[in-house]
């Protein structure tokens, strides 16, 4: 099954419900704008036709779009974007090569979806 043949979940959620999962699932004791839950491990023998789970924080990504001067449309795909690249194995918490990989392939989709949109985000 090829990654255009799949699926993804989108979730939006506020702050506390974007606090309690990224505590239970990651471990960490604060809410994020964007987390996303791959339901391929890397096991071959399994494909399942959902990609994974996008989740976004509405609080965090209105607070984010004020300070970066865009709109919450535009933060959305920013994040959403930022969402998927990790599902399809990027992870730009591996050093500073992944995370100019991640980057430049967010801006070349970014530059699709909306061309006039700030492409700098993180």
Avoid: W
């Avoid at 096991?43 to 976004?56: A, E, M, Q, T």
């Avoid at 399809?88 to 991640?102: K, Q, S």
Wanted: hydrophobic share 40%; glycine share 6%; aromatic share 8%.
């Amino acid at each position: 099954m090829a990654l255009h043949e799949r699926e993804l979940s989108l979730s939006f959620v506020d702050d506390a419900e974007m606090f309690e999962i990224n505590h239970q699932y990651r471990g960490k004791e604060a809410t994020t704008n964007v987390l996303s839950f791959a339901m391929d491990d890397g096991d071959s023998s399994f494909v399942s036709p959902l990609l994974g789970d996008v989740i976004i924080s509405c609080d965090t990504a209105a607070r984010e779009a004020e300070e970066r001067g865009v709109t919450l449309l535009q933060r959305y795909s920013q994040l959403l974007v930022h969402g998927i690249l990790h599902l399809a194995g990027y992870d730009h918490e591996l050093g500073e090569d992944a995370e100019a990989v991640m980057a430049e392939k967010s801006r070349e989709l970014l530059r699709l979806i909306e061309p006039d949109a700030a492409l700098d985000y993180f």
